[in-house]
C-alpha cells in the first residue's frame, strides 16, 4: 500500500552491546535518547551488578561517525534517568531522574569522548517529567518554498524571539526547566561566575499528578508548560511560566492557559477505547501553538494534533447596538482546535519530532502539499511491532514507512493490521531524528542502536536534480548555522560529488563578501567531507585540508604583526601586506619587501624561533608545488588545484615576504632546504618562481596557463633542492564511506571494526602513513615518532591528530593552538586516541 513510502528508509547501521553469556546491559525503563547539533547521541542503559543486584544508571554519549567509540559514564543517579537534552551549541548535556536530580555534563578538554558533571540542580524525591534549556533567542526559519533563491537571507531568514532570560544588556541568561510529578516548576539559572540560581514552583494552586509533560517557548520570552495526569478523561493543561530575576533571586510567575480534552474521548465511537495518554509533545521547542497528543490502550493508539488559535468573541446584538465593535476591537479569545487526527493504529512506543525550523503556519497545509517530498516536514512513530512511520507534522497523513525485523511487510490492505505474534517484539523504545531529518536513530528493547536513512525524495522517484536541490539546500543549512552536516553525507553517492561541490561553491559565490568572508572555511571543510566520498575526488581531501592549514597560518602569523606607532591609520599591518604584495608584481623578494615598514615585522627572537614548524610546512608546501607543475596534468595528485587557485598562491606569497623579513632578524628560523649549491639563495628562487605562477592565476575569471620557460624552470627544481615528502591526513577511519553500498553495517560497542570495504582506500594509500612510520601533529607540524609517547587528540570528521598537551609555553604558539582548542581546523569535533593508536 505504501510503495514509494516503503523505500524512503533503510538501516545504514546497528551497533550492539557484546553479546555474553549473561548481558550486563539492559534497557533502563523509561529508556531516553537525545541527538544534537553536532551529531552526537546520548542514551542510557541500566548496568546490573551481579552481586549486588543492583542497577548503575548509565549514560553513553557516541558520535555517529564512530558510534563504537561509545564514552559510558556511570551517571551517579540514584533512580533511573527521565529526560536527556542537549544545549543548542550541542556541547553540555542535561540529565534528571526520578529523584528530583538534575545534572549538567560538559566536555573535558573539549574531547567528545570524555565528560564530566559539573553543575546542577535538585527538587527531592520529585521525579522529573520534562527538561528543556532556557531559549537563547536565536531562531532561524527555513523557507523550503525559496529553496531555489541565490541569496542565503531570503532562504534562512532570523525570526524575532526573545531569549527566555537576559543579563544586562541583552544577553541571554543560560540555564535550565524542569516540571516535576507532584506538578512543581523548577528553574535554575547559570551566572557567568559559575554560581546556579534555583528556584521552585507550583504550575497551579491546585496541584496535581503530572504524569506527561513538555516544555515550549513564546517569541516574547515567555515559556508553556503543558501537562497530563496520564488518563484521557482528564484535560491536558498549559500554563504560561514567566521568569525573572528579582535582587539576585530567581521568581516565578505562572498562569494558567486554555486547556482541551483529546478528540477520541469525547466521540461517542471511541468514548472508552483509548484511557491512557502516552505521549505529549509540542511540535518544536519553540511552537508552543501546536502541541501532538498520543492515547493508547493495551493494543492500538491514537494520535491527534492540535493549534491554539486567537479567534474572535461574537458579541450579542444587543451591546453590538450600544457599542458597535470597529475592526480590530472586536474581543478575542485563546481556543485549541484540533488540526488532524490519525485511524486507530497499532500501539506507539515512541515519536520523534522534526527539529528543522520549517516555516509553516496552520494555513500553510498546501505549501506542505507542494513539498510533500521534504522530510523535514515529518515526524516519526515508532510501533511496538518494530515498524516506524514517518507522517507529516500537520496533516499526519503517511510519508513513508519502515518495517523492522519483526514486522511483517503488508501484502495488502487489509493485511495492515498485522497479526501479533506470540513473544515480546523488538521494537524502539525511545528515537530522536537528526537536525536534517535525514537520518534517524531508535534505541530498542535490548539496548541496541539503530541508525536509519530516511531519503530526502521521501522514496518518490524525483529526478536526480530535485534529489541535489534538496541536499544542497540542507548543506547551504548546515553551513549557516554551524551544524555538522553528517547526516546529508549518509545520501551523498559518488557520482553526485563532483555536482555538489560545483553547486555548493557556485551558491556561495552568489552571497555578499561579507558573508563570504564569515563561511569561508566551512565550505572549504564541507568540500572535503564531500570528496571523501568519490574515488575520483579523494586527492582534493588532500588539497582543501591545506587550504584549511594555510589560511589559518595566514590569520596567525599576520596579526602576529604590530604597528609601530600606535596612532596609525585604519589598516593593520596584515592589511598593509595584503594591499603591496597583490600591487606589486615584482618576482624578486627584496624588492617587495623594500616597500614594507619592516619595523612593523619585529618580534622578538623567542617567537620567532617557536614559529619555526609553521614557517617550515610554508617553506616545504611551496616547494612541493612548483616541482609538482610539469605534472599538472594529473589531477588525482595532491596540490593540483592550488596551481591554479590564485587566493592561495597569493597567501603563500604574502607568507613567503614575512618570513623573508624575520630571517633578517632570526636567520633560524628560516625553513631549512636541502641544496645542491651552498650558494643558492632558495627563498629567493622559490619566491621568483611562485610570482610567475601566481601571476597566471590572480585573475579568477582570466587564468593563463603557465608558460614553457617557467615549467622548465621547475623541472629542474629536483636538481636543486631535496623535495620533501608532504604529511598529508591519515585516512579517516569513520564509518560514512562503508553506508555508500547501502548495505547494512553490523558493528558492536568498544570494538573498531576493520578498514574492510572501504571504497576509497586504495587511492589514498599513497597519502597514507603506513602503520608503524614515524608519525606527525598535524597541526603543530612535530614528529611524534612511530610510536607516540603522548597522548593525543584526533579529529572526528577529517582524522587530523595533535598532542593533547601542549609542549610550548610561548604566547605566539598559544595563539596558534586557539584556533583550533575546541574544534579541529575543519570544524569537527575531538575525540581522545588511545595510546597505542599508531
Known sequence: PFPAGARAMDLAYVCEWEKKPKSNHCPSIPLVCAWSCRNLIAFTTDLRNDEEKDLTHMVHIIDTEHPWDVYSVNSGHTEVITCLEWDQSGSRLLSADADGHIKCWSMTDHLANSWENTVGSLVEGDPVVALSWLHNGVKLALHV?????????????????????????????????????????????????????????????????????????????????????????????????????????????????????????????????????????????????????????????????????????????????????????????????????????????????????????????????????????????????????????????????FYGSSSQRPVDEQSIKRQRTAGPLVHFKAMQLSWTSLALAGIDNHGKLSMLRISPS??????????????????????????????????????????????????????????????????????????????????????????????????????????????????????????????????????????????????????????????????????????????QGSPVRPGHSFLRDGASLGMFRELMVVIRIWGLLKPSCLPVYTATSDTQDSMSLLFRLLTKLWLCCREENHITEPDDTLIDECCLLPSQLLIPNIDWLPINDGIISKLQSKQLVRLQFGKAPGLVGHTVSSQFDAFVRAPGQPKIDHLRRLHLGAYPTEECKSCTRCGCVTMLKSPNKVTAVKQWEQRWIKNCLCGGLWRRMPLSYS
Open 145 to 401: 518554498e525559496k529553496s531555489g533563491a541565490s541569496n542565503f537571507g531570503e532562504k534562512f531568514s532570523r525570526v524575532k524571539f526573545s531569549p527566555s532570560l537576559t543579563l544586562f544588556g541583552g544577553k541571554p541568561m543560560e540555564g535550565w526547566i524542569a516540571v516535576t510529578i507532584s506538578g512543581l516548576v523548577t528553574v535554575s539559572l547559570l551566572k557567568p561566575n559559575g554560581q546556579v540560581l534555583t528556584s521552585t514552583e507550583s504550575l497551579c494552586r491546585l496541584r496535581c499528578r503530572v504524569a506527561l509533560a513538555d516544555v515550549a517557548f513564546t517569541g516574547g520570552g515567555n515559556i508553556v508548560v503543558a501537562t497530563s495526569d496520564g488518563s484521557s478523561t482528564s484535560p491536558v493543561q498549559f500554563y504560561k511560566v514567566c521568569v525573572s530575576v528579582v535582587n539576585e533571586k530567581c521568581k516565578i510567575d505562572t498562569e494558567i492557559l486554555p486547556s482541551l480534552f483529546m478528540r477520541c474521548t469525547t466521540d461517542p465511537a471511541r468514548k472508552d477505547k483509548y484511557p491512557a495518554i502516552t505521549h505529549l509533545k509540542f511540535l518544536a521547542r519553540d511552537m508552543s501553538e501546536q502541541v501532538l497528543l498520543c492515547a493508547s490502550n493495551q493494543n492500538s493508539s491514537i494520535v491527534e494534533c492540535w493549534s491554539l488559535r486567537k479567534e474572535g468573541l461574537p458579541v450579542n446584538n444587543i451591546f453590538q447596538q450600544i457599542s458597535p465593535v470597529v475592526g480590530d476591537k472586536q474581543p478575542m479569545i485563546l481556543k485549541w482546535r484540533i488540526l488532524s487526527a490519525t485511524n486507530d493504529l497499532d500501539r506507539v512506543s515512541a515519536v520523534a519530532l522534526p527539529k528543522l525550523p520549517i516555516s509553516l503556519t496552520n494555513t500553510d497545509l498546501k505549501v506542505a502539499n507542494d513539498t510533500k517530498f521534504f522530510p523535514g516536514l515529518g515526524l516519526a512513530l515508532a510501533f511496538h511491532d518494530g515498524s516506524v512511520h514517518i507522517v507529516h507534522r500537520l496533516s499526519l497523513q503517511m510519508m513513508a514507512v
Open 458 to 631: 521521501m522514496g518518490h522517484v524525483l529526478d536526480m536534480n530535485m534529489s541535489l536541490r534538496h541536499l544542497l539546500f540542507l548543506l547551504e543549512y548546515c553551513m549557516v548555522t554551524g551544524y555538522d552536516w553528517w547526516d546529508i553525507l549518509l545520501h551523498v553517492q559518488p557520482n553526485m560529488v563532483q555536482n555538489l561541490v560545483e553547486k555548493l561553491h557556485e551558491e556561495y559565490m552568489r552571497q555578499n563578501a561579507a558573508l563570504q568572508q564569515v563561511l569561508s572555511t566551512r565550505i572549504v571543510a564541507m568540500k572535503a567531507s564531500l570528496c571523501k566520498l568519490s574515488s575520483s575526488t579523494v586527492a582534493r581531501v588532500c588539497d582543501y585540508h591545506a587550504k584549511l592549514f594555510l589560511i589559518a597560518i595566514s590569520c596567525t602569523l599576520k596579526s602576529l604583526l604590530r604597528p609601530h606607532f600606535l596612532n596609525t591609520p585604519d589598516k593593520s599591518p596584515g592589511d598593509r601586506l595584503t594591499e603591496i604584495c597583490s600591487k606589486i608584481t615584482d618576482i624578486d623578494i627584496d624588492k617587495v619587501m623594500i616597500n614594507l615598514k619592516t619595523e612593523e615585522f619585529v618580534l622578538d627572537m623567542t617567537t620567532l624561533q617557536s614559529l619555526q614548524q609553521l614557517i617550515q610546512w610554508v617553506g616545504d608546501f611551496v616547494l612541493y608545488l612548483l616541482a609538482s607543475l610539469p605534472n
